[in-house]
């Protein structure tokens, strides 16, 4: 099994707006999310989500949602090992201050 970047970017908060990483996607697989924390300071709210439709042709619903608060003592934060299949995406939004986060979507291939 090999790793492969499925998508990358750097993520600047605009205001409390929630932000798609990449497009809903159709490609199947096992991916994980990388976040850089490494700039969140006191008072610093980032809510980071995982969306995947059910079925094809479904909605695309939450699947999980993370929260993560003030200066992070892991400066990477890494989601577990997430199955898509039908259509799915992450998100990150600032609750609260104005975060700068690089982000990585990597796929297990």
Known sequence: MAIAEEATGTWTSSGTTE??????????????LFVDVNDMVA????????YEM??????????????????????????PALVFMNG?????KAVAGGI??????RKLT
């Open 54 to 79: 059910v079925i094809g042709g479904g909605t695309t619903r939450q699947l999980m949602c993370w929260t993560l608060s003030n200066v992070q003592t892991d400066k990477v934060w890494v989601s």
């Open 43 to 50: 008072a610093d709210v980032l809510e980071i989500r995982a």
């Open 88 to 92: 799915w995406k992450f998100t990150l």
């Open 19 to 32: 932000a798609d990483l990449a497009a809903a996607s159709a490609v199947d697989g096992v991916f994980q």
């Open 100 to 105: 700068v986060a690089p982000w990585s979507i």
